[in-house]
């Protein structure tokens, strides 16, 4: 399996994003070729966030990325409704499973059952084979993808883009009251960083493994408060006068508050260093010439 990392030759930015990226979407292909319509949604799914996340370090120099990074989350958008209601029944388990009468909650799962049910039917039984057509596509588009300039120009102020965005989302999120929107758009910042730092991360392995594993951990905490916040949110829309609801709705407001708070404290300590993007520029140009 190839790795979303640096190739370990060496090469220069741009043929060493062409071969991430070709080889990231080759292996949707050959997930879904080898598993069909059974191939994990999941895993589907992260190919293509994968080669978004990359994707966002050739902005203003590869002319067709951002029409690209459009098509590829559209392909990915069509295989999210059944996987989103796994989601919600796994969320809704654990939370349960805590207390003593799990079985007291019987409608509201059962409502999420329902749900899966639906959205099962309701996903496109060609989803799976044109997303990998889309990847196919893509897979040839960044083997020969070009860009007029240098690219190491276009790339590092990318990635310093990316470290901004993700920091200016942690302070709104922290100034928003726990506002849902603003907590899922600074996991959606720091998962973008979080691929590209992955890809760097033969340039320094010990100072980026450290680092990688601190953005993991704090993408892992706000990824339980989103799956909360999407459970809560669809049992007040389709169980709002269900007893039940009103018995599991403290504990859910509990529960997303502590997610909330602990990503806020992981978040502080993360981004209180300085933005990585100058160090892992020279570092890069060390480790080439290594």
């Not at 960044?142 to 989302?169: E, M």
Request: proline content about 6%.
């Amino acid at each position: 399996m190839t790795k979303l990392a640096y190739p370990p030759d060496r090469p220069k930015l741009k043929p060493a994003l062409r071969q991430i990226l070709a080889a990231r979407a080759d292996m949707a292909c050959a997930e879904v070729a080898g598993q069909g319509d059974r191939a994990r949604i999941f895993e589907l799914r992260k190919r293509a966030k994968e080669c978004r996340g990359l994707l966002r370090l050739l902005r203003g120099g590869w002319d067709d990325a951002a029409d690209w990074n459009a098509r590829l989350r559209d392909a990915a958008a069509r295989l999210a409704p059944a996987r989103d209601a796994e989601v919600m029944l796994t969320t809704f388990d654990d939370l349960t499973a805590r207390r003593r009468a799990p079985s007291e909650f019987d409608t509201l799962r059962a409502a999420l059952l329902d749900e899966m049910e639906i959205a099962d039917a309701a996903t496109d039984p060609d989803a799976v084979a044109q997303f990998a057509a889309t990847m196919q596509e893509f897979a040839q588009a960044a083997r020969s993808l070009k860009i007029p300039d240098k690219t190491a120009p276009v790339v590092w102020p990318n990635l310093s883009r990316t470290w901004d965005k993700g920091a200016r989302a942690r302070q709104q999120a922290a100034q928003s009251g726990d506002d849902a929107s603003a907590f899922h758009d600074w996991r959606k910042r720091l998962k973008q960083h979080w691929y590209q730092a992955r890809f760097f991360k033969p340039i320094d392995r010990t100072a980026l493994r450290a680092h990688i594993a601190r953005v993991d951990a704090l993408g892992k905490t706000l990824g339980a408060h989103n799956d909360l916040d999407v459970l809560h949110m669809y049992l007040r829309a389709t169980c709002p006068a269900d007893p039940a609801l009103a018995r599991l709705d403290p504990d859910l407001t509990r529960a997303r508050a502590r997610f909330a708070q602990q990503a806020l404290q992981m978040g502080r300590r993360l981004y209180d260093g300085p933005n990585p993007a100058k160090h892992w520029s020279q570092a890069w140009r060390d480790w080439r010439r290594g």
